[in-house]
């Protein structure tokens, strides 16, 4: 029986999480029925984090150490959705803190998994977004990446006005409605690929180390310059995008280590 060392604190499930993950533990690779149920308890809905979900993270990593095929990219999935979560009300900073070596490590684990190959699409997106995790951009982690038929709303930066814009089979523009004129549309400019910001330049090298070429391509326009349909002033989607979206706080913060 797992002996959870920790003081009880934080909302969610507790108790029950140490049988599941015993279950998980136990044949890792095969049974997915204690999978989903350790997800539904740690990472309800794929967002919802606990004092439990940080306490798991050290067995998480171990299923990775102990490097079943099947089982460690459902590890490295789990405790990304994890990791993502620590901005939460989760009652759990001091834990957080604790597990700081094991979220570094997590990191290191993910990045040779990202280079080991050999992901079906849908891991591929969930390691790209478990890597920005452990690296400390819960934000980026947690953010929309449809460059298919999706739609990013920002505020323009100088005149507040909110703009659309459009990255993926409808075109690549900035446009504002208005009633008068109907759209009004400015081409995106994208970022050449050894232009952009360093957080730019990860995330593109990760998609394109992923095989997610779609992706790669869109985060140069979402890396690149939008122009305000309206007052005419240029600024970077993904800047404004992160002032937008920023994660909120629940005290001083733990954030793990991150950093490029
Ligand atoms: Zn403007």
């Not at 970077?236 to 733990?254: L, T």
Request: glycine letters at 10%; a negative charge.
């Amino acid at each position: 029986m797992i002996e959870w060392q920790l003081p009880r604190y934080g909302r969610g499930p507790y108790d029950e999480v140490p049988p599941v993950l015993e279950r998980v533990l136990r044949s890792p690779s095969s049974d997915e029925e204690a999978w989903r149920e350790l997800w539904h308890l740690l990472a309800t809905e794929g967002l919802t984090v606990c004092a439990a979900s940080f306490a798991a993270l050290p067995y998480l990593r171990d299923i990775v150490r102990a490097g079943e095929s099947a089982a460690v990219d459902r590890a490295l999935e789990l405790a990304g959705a994890i990791v993502a979560g620590v901005h939460q009300d989760h009652g759990a900073d001091e834990l957080v803190r604790e597990v700081a070596p094991v979220i570094a490590e997590l990191r290191r684990m993910v990045a040779l998994r990202i280079d080991g190959g050999g992901l079906s699409p849908a891991s591929a997106m969930a390691l790209f977004r478990a890597d920005l995790a452990f690296a400390g951009a819960s934000g980026w982690s947690l953010a929309e990446y449809d460059f298919e038929d999706g739609f990013y709303t920002v505020s323009c930066p100088h005149c507040d006005l909110p703009v659309t814009l459009a990255i993926g089979d409808y075109g690549q523009y900035s446009a504002h409605r208005d009633w008068g004129e109907g759209d009004v549309r400015r081409p995106l400019h994208p970022s050449p690929a050894d232009e952009l910001s360093s957080l730019g330049k990860r995330m593109y090298d990760t998609a394109r180390a992923l095989g997610l070429a779609e992706m790669a391509e869109g985060l140069t326009y979402l890396f690149g310059r939008a122009e305000c349909p309206d007052c005419a002033s240029t600024f970077i989607v993904a800047d404004q995008y992160a002032a937008d979206n920023e994660p909120h706080h629940s005290s001083d913060g733990p954030v793990p280590a991150g950093g490029w």
